[in-house]
């Protein structure tokens, strides 16, 4: 900074004076917004020590407290505490935890299960009936307290319902006869096909587990307490219950709810324009037709264009759809998809 303040005292542009240093104007300027240079804000800038460091006789005793037999199976957040009750002061939890770092010993404390990180599912699909996502939500009944339970699959490439029922109860053994109908329905026969769900107890009961295997039928689970490892359910129950003609108040029997769903997964299928394939309808996509209608629509802008290229400040609208779609994506699959 003396020497840029100095080249600007002598007629010199402050942009030229840090072009010659190497850094940008705009980093020149954020130094000085307090009027005073700033201390070396960098990750590997040399600083003094701070003044209320522990000193290494407190570390020591940070050390011997936790590996004490009497604190040796608990966390800082029950052993600073404790200590507190005896009129003991050492440092704070946060400092017990970065000693505990610092020297390798912030593992897992006692005999229960160590939390584990689950890798997230993740699988694609290109073509219909290779990848199935299901879940069970409920339905409002006649009267407060009493629900239905809709159970739904969804094919994930095409966005197509495949299967569907509502029944007065949550069973493995509902979904199990759901699951065989929807395979036998598709003619999926052996081809390989995932079917994706949460965790909870009918998607992990005894009679769909022996289903799938008989189908020849990979499962994937979500992880613990993940519901987004499970998106594409909750986003087409979430337009369910957001229909115009939804019946928020309750559903007279379970008759009705069935006619209800019925009509709603026939809109779904083949009428709903679905934005996530192009805003054409799963029904089209399923059966195949997505490449004729994007090339179609892709003639009818390019003429609409010529017509009119005034109208238009740059090119028609990408109808392109893409070949691979992803359950959870990771990171350099999102950056592929993006990129083509």
Known sequence: MELINEAVDNGARKYKACEELGINVRTCQRWMETGEVKGDGRADAMRPKPHNQLTPEERTRVLDVINSEEYKDLPPSQIVPALADKGEYIASESSFYRIMHENKQQHHRGRSKAPKNRPISTHE???ANQL?????TWLPGPVRGVYYYLYLILDIYSRKVVG???HEKESSDNASRLVARSHLREGVGDKPLVLHSDNGSPMKGASLLTTLYKLNVASSYSRPR???DNAYAESIFRTCKYRPNYPY??????TEARQWVLQFVHWYNHTHKHSGIKFMSPAQRHAGLGDEIMLQREAVYTVAK???PERWSGDIRCWELPSTVYLNPEKEQEVLTETG
């Open 125 to 127: 699909a290109t073509a």
């Open 132 to 136: 199935w996502c299901w879940d069970i």
């Open 164 to 166: 569907w029922e509502v």
């Open 226 to 228: 993940v519901s987004n």
């Open 249 to 254: 108040k309750g559903f007279a029997g379970i």
């Open 306 to 308: 010529a017509k009119h």
